[in-house]
């Protein structure tokens, strides 16, 4: 069974950092395209960055959260990251892993979520 294991959220001051990790659990073939999510209360899941797996990794990222977020990968180790720089009150949500992945050499890749990791920010 493959899971996408989330860590790191926990609550921190305005201006602080969290880096938040996600690890799959389990057997793989190719962790493919990965992104990070959030939703806050009363809100829609948003997208916050992405990374494809092509070359180094084609990042894209919300205009929200431009210049302070940066969103990694360990491919060796099957781990995205998520650095959070300059954290404000806005940025307060759950924070959710998304990956494809394809198992095995000759199956397609399906769309996996973690769990969710909670980060509150205060002022």
């Known amino acids: 069974q493959v899971h996408l294991v989330e860590s790191g959220g926990g609550l921190v001051q305005a201006g602080g950092s969290l880096r938040l990790s996600c690890v799959v659990s389990?057997?793989?073939?190719?962790?493919?395209?990965v992104a990070w999510y959030r939703q806050a209360p009363g809100k829609q899941r948003e997208l916050v960055a992405s990374?494809?797996?092509?070359?180094?990794?084609?990042?894209n990222y919300a205009d929200s959260v431009k210049g302070r977020f940066t969103i990694s990968r360990d491919n060796a180790n099957n781990t995205v990251y998520l650095q959070m720089n300059s954290l404000k009150p806005e940025d307060t949500a759950v924070y959710y892993c998304?990956?494809?992945?394809?198992?095995?050499?000759?199956?397609?890749?399906?769309?996996?979520w973690g769990q969710g990791t909670q980060v509150t920010v205060s002022s």
């Open positions: 998304n990956a494809n992945l394809q198992l095995t050499r000759s199956t397609t890749q399906y769309n996996y």
């Open positions: 990374s494809t797996r092509v070359g180094s990794g084609v990042t």
């Open positions: 389990g057997s793989i073939f190719s962790l493919n395209f």
